[in-house]
Every structure is written in structure tokens, then in C-alpha cells.
């Protein structure tokens, strides 16, 4: 049970990743390039999975 | 080189992160931090009990590429340097700086932030700063 939902949470984790922009090693450079190609995505892909995690996480401690 | 900026899509795409890291720490109790599960799958620091979930969060992680493209029929888009000494020596850098820092944008990005872990902001926020400082010398002041 534990193995399948790691392996479900790895895939959800790395398709996340795609989907994001974040597996392009460029798209993470240029958001570390604020004076130069600067793409703000990073912020959005952190915003997205704070917002998910921490009323999840907020869920999970509440059942346990 | 400049890429597009996808706020819709990357918000998604980090919302699925999130999802991620809820199942893990629901199902089992663990914090979905990559450089913590991978650094755990190998000595000194290997976690024998904890190794089939490990290994299968690895695997999920390296499907997520096929499983893409079986999906849309197009690979994940990437532009990394060809010069594959340099990649290893990167990688090799990655690995090394997060295991010192105690985790990664995964760990203390995602999960300790959204716990309000004063630990990982703290990293989060040295591990930001130090990496636009690098970059702006790389490309500004070095030249790139």
C-alpha cells in the first residue's frame, strides 16, 4: 500500500514538474535572471503547491 | 536564452506537486522532499525500511517523462548544455549542497513552508538568495 502510493505520489510529483515548466533547467535559470530573460513561472509553480499542501496538510493533521 | 512565461500552467503544475505531497505525508507519514528520499536510498545515510517506498517514489518520479508523452505525444520540453561533464559535475553539486542545506525546494520549499517551518524558510529563503546572487555573477558580471 505504501509502495503504491509513493509510486502515485512520484508520478503526481514529477508530472507536476512538467506540466510546470520546472523539469527545463532554463525556465528555473531565467527565474533566477531578474535583470536579465526573467520568467516569474517559479513563483506561480511554489504559489500552486503551497496553496495544495498547506490545506492538505491542514486536513491531515485534523483526521489524525 | 529567454522561455515563456506560463503562469496558468506552471499554477497547475505546482498544484499537483502539492497533491503529491499530501498523498505522501497521508499514505506514509513521509515528506515528499527529493534530495531527503533519494539521499536515504543510498550509504551513509540509506533507510533500509524505508527503501521500497523510496525506490517507488524514484520510479514514479523518472515515469512522469513517459507517461507525458504517451499522454500528449510530445516530449517535456528541456534545454539543457550538451557538455555531459558539466551536467554530472552540476548534479553532483545539486546533491552535495542539499544534503548540507537539509533539503531541497521540494522539502523546504514546498512541504516545510507549508507547515510554517521557521527552519525551512530560513533555508528556503538562503538557498533563493544565494542562487540569484550566482546566477546574476554567472551571467552579468562573468559574463555567460
Partial sequence: MKTLSALLSGLLFGLGLIISGMANPAKVQNFLDLLGTWDPSLAFVMGGAVLVTDSGFWLVEKQA | ?144
Fill in chain 2, 1 to 144: 536564452m529567454p522561455t515563456e512565461f506560463t503562469p496558468f500552467l506552471s499554477l497547475i503544475g505546482g498544484g499537483l506537486i502539492g497533491l503529491s505531497a499530501v498523498i505522501m505525508m497521508a499514505a506514509n507519514g513521509r515528506i515528499a522532499g527529493i534530495s531527503g528520499i533519494v539521499s536515504r536510498l543510498l550509504p551513509p545515510s540509506i533507510d533500509r525500511a524505508g527503501l521500497p517506498q523510496g525506490l517507488s517514489f524514484l520510479a514514479g518520479l523518472l515515469l512522469a517523462a513517459p507517461v507525458y508523452f504517451m499522454a500528449t505525444g510530445n516530449p517535456p520540453s528541456q534545454t539543457v548544455s550538451d557538455n555531459l561533464l558539466l551536467l554530472g559535475v552540476a548534479g553532483i553539486l545539486v546533491g552535495f549542497g542539499s544534503v548540507l542545506g537539509s533539503g531541497c525546494t521540494s522539502g523546504h520549499g514546498v512541504c516545510g513552508i507549508s507547515r510554517f517551518s521557521r527552519r525551512s524558510i530560513v533555508a528556503t529563503l538562503t538557498f533563493m538568495a544565494t542562487a540569484f546572487i550566482t546566477v546574476f555573477l554567472l551571467r552579468h558580471v562573468f559574463g555567460g
